[in-house]
């Protein structure tokens, strides 16, 4: 079956400072997302990546496309407290009708 | 809008037991979705429901679990009998037409002992 490869899985980050995690593939994907996860809740969706090369920015949050369909990243620019959480990659497969993929999240921790 | 909405938030049974776990998706929404999250294996699709129909239960780990979806606002994930390695949080999701990304509800924490 499909695989994604998250990294990194987790980051101690002072606040301010620049974030940046990826995801790869070992078959190409459709549609890419990015998840956010906090305690006690379920995962909800921060930006939607339908084309390849596409590049998207929620706010402070950008993620990108990879042009091979293989992989993504998400970056976040001058973390604030509440960006601490759990972030996922998603992938879905040509057609739209598989369930979602996701990656194993990469834990962001940001010391004051 | 409510959003997805599921029940209990807590679950403890002893093994052996039978439990449901209930997911109301939001209105309008055509894909169900049921998944699985542990530390280990991280969030695994189990079953997903197009217009109430059973597209693809080759997620779910054995005969033990089965998944309804009587109609469009009610779907049910059934475990019997439950065991210990069944202990995970378990996610509803729903999405319409699944092209523009999925809605969570907020889960519901299994416990088997």
């Known amino acids: 079956g499909q695989q994604l490869n998250q990294s990194p899985q987790s980051m101690f980050i002072q606040e301010g400072e620049d974030v940046s995690m990826n995801c790869t593939s070992s078959s190409i994907f459709n549609t890419w997302l990015w998840y956010k996860q906090e305690p006690g809740e379920g995962p909800v969706l921060l930006i939607a990546l339908y084309k390849a090369g596409e590049l998207t920015s929620n706010g402070r949050l950008t993620a990108q496309f990879g042009i091979t369909r293989k992989d993504s990243f998400l970056n976040i620019s001058a973390s604030i407290p509440s960006d601490v959480g759990i972030y996922f990659c998603a992938g879905q497969g040509w057609g739209g009708a598989d369930g979602l993929t996701f990656g194993k999240g990469t834990h962001l921790i940001i010391q004051p | 809008d409510a959003g997805v909405i599921q029940s209990p938030r807590h679950e403890v049974t002893e093994m052996g037991q039978e439990v449901t776990l209930r997911c109301k998706p939001i209105?309008?929404?055509?894909?169900l979705f049921w998944y699985r999250q542990t530390m280990m294996r991280g969030l695994e699709l189990l079953i997903y429901f197009n217009n109430n129909v059973p597209i693809d239960d080759s997620g779910m780990p054995e005969d033990r679990f089965s998944a309804k979806m009587p109609n469009a606002s009610f779907s049910t994930l059934k475990i019997q009998p439950s065991e210990p390695r069944d202990s995970a949080v378990y996610f509803c999701?729903?999405?319409?037409?699944?092209?523009?990304?999925?809605?969570f509800g907020s889960g519901t924490r299994l416990t088997v002992v």
């Open positions: 999701a729903s999405s319409f037409r699944t092209s523009y990304g999925y809605t």
């Open positions: 209105s309008g929404h055509d894909y």
